[in-house]
Structure formats: structure tokens, C-alpha cells
């Protein structure tokens, strides 16, 4: 059951990554409004990898689910990355 949520969760994020690219190859100011808001998502990203241990207390789950978490967000930012630059 929790890899069908998984999975949902995965796929709904393709999909936001996915218009995100969409967007931001409408205009110059949308595409830097995307970048701002990637670079942001990278940085949170990167912070979650460092505090792993803090954050899994805070949010009450093992280490291994945030580690597949994270791991399934890199993968939604790469497709969504290969939407954008195949557009």
C-alpha cells in the first residue's frame, strides 16, 4: 500500500515538474521565476540530505523512508529537468 502512495506521489510530481517546464518556456520572466523556485527546491533538498537524522524525528519517519523520499524527488527533478529542456 505505501508504494502505491509512493507512486502517486511520484507520478503527480513528474506532472508539477513537468507544467513547471511548460511555464517557464512561455517567457523570459516566467523562466527565471522557475529557476528561482528550482534553486530553491535544490537548496531544501540538499538541507533535508544534511539533516536527515533531525528531520526524520521531526517528522516522525525512519531514515530509510526519508532517504526514498528524496531520492524519488531527484528522480521527479530530473524528468521534470528533461521536459523542460526537450521544449
Do not use: E
Amino acid at each position: 500500500m505505501r508504494a502505491m502512495y509512493l507512486a502517486n506521489y511520484f507520478v503527480a510530481g513528474c506532472i508539477a515538474f513537468s507544467l513547471l517546464g511548460w511555464v517557464a518556456s512561455l517567457h523570459p520572466y516566467a523562466f527565471q521565476a522557475v529557476l528561482c523556485l528550482l534553486a530553491a527546491t535544490a537548496i531544501a533538498w540538499g538541507l533535508s540530505w544534511l539533516l536527515d537524522f533531525s528531520l526524520s524525528k521531526l517528522l516522525k519517519i525512519s531514515v530509510a523512508d526519508l532517504q526514498a523520499l528524496l531520492i524519488s524527488g531527484l528522480a521527479m527533478l530530473l524528468i521534470g529537468l528533461g521536459v523542460f529542456l526537450c521544449t
